[in-house]
């Protein structure tokens, strides 16, 4: 399938790993030229070592501070500016208690998770209007809609993202930026393997029984019974990043394998 964007220059956070380095590889396997950010420099020279000719720059960068996303924007400016924006930058954060929870946990997850995304936004997305192009790609979580208990300060920042986005779509979708969000669940990443590999030290087991246990316990409704793989969400985003999305706007496309007990409404 073409997805029309051969020679767009689309803008990756998180992308030395998981998701966002899928992600980036599957559009550059459309056509699209891809600029790489995340915070350290070396996985982010893996990264684009392994896309090739596609990578149009990369730059290490903290989300967290806007001076570093305005250097970044400039980075891009110069190359014309991102056409796509695909944020995948983010961390699970402190778990436990949710009232045990200091403040300072709950901030990291929100600068980390929900502010990154605006600041973001704030950046790149103006010259998309310009040009009268563009699309905005968030990767929430399940945890938006359907939070657990541990992971207070994850779920309330991804759930406050989910909402930003419906927020933006509605004034910048008229001027051509589709804005979209992407909710995976139990993708297999760095992120998860940290998780599961910290279970199975818990348990006294095997990764995979830790896996299994992790499936039958925590995520009764996640009907395929297995991790997904990170190129199982790349193609949505790549989608959602395409002219074969030009009348989705405001939008959660949910990755889970039916983890969401519920409707999508």
């Not at 936004?121 to 699309?135: E, I, L, N, Q, T």
């Not at 930026?177 to 139990?186: D, I, K, M, Q």
């Not at 009764?220 to 989608?239: K, M, N, T, W, Y």
Request: proline residues 4%; aromatic residues 6%.
């Amino acid at each position: 399938m073409d997805l029309g964007i051969s020679g767009k220059l689309a803008l990756l956070s998180g992308a030395s790993g998981g998701i966002g380095l899928e992600a980036a590889r599957v559009l550059a396997a459309d056509g699209a030229r891809v600029f790489l950010t995340d915070l350290e420099q070396g996985p982010l020279d893996d990264a684009a070592s392994a896309l090739g000719d596609a990578v149009a720059g990369t730059a290490a960068c903290d989300l967290t501070d806007q001076a570093a996303v305005d250097a970044l924007r400039d980075k891009v400016a110069s190359l014309g500016g991102a056409d796509m924006l695909v944020h995948a930058a983010g961390v699970t954060g402190a778990k436990g208690d949710p009232l045990e929870m200091t403040d300072d946990d709950w901030m990291e997850a929100w600068q980390i998770d929900f502010m990154s995304a605006v600041r973001m936004s704030r950046a790149f997305v103006p010259s998309m209007v310009d040009k009268g192009w563009g699309r905005v790609v968030f990767v929430t979580s399940e945890n938006a809609v359907q939070p657990y208990a541990d992971e207070a300060v994850y779920n309330a920042a991804k759930a406050a993202l989910l909402n930003f986005t419906k927020c933006v779509s509605l004034p910048y979708g008229p001027k051509g930026v589709l804005f979209n969000t992407v909710s995976p669940a139990f993708i297999e990443t760095p992120m998860t393997d940290g998780m599961m590999d910290k279970r199975a030290d818990e348990l006294g087991v095997s990764k995979k029984e830790a896996i299994e246990s992790f499936l039958k316990e925590e995520r009764p409704f996640l009907s395929l019974s297995r991790r997904g793989q990170p190129e199982e969400v790349a193609g949505v985003i790549a989608l959602l990043c395409s002219d074969r999305a030009s009348f989705v706007n405001g939008s959660a496309y949910r990755v889970d394998g039916g983890s969401v007990g519920a409707m999508n409404i």
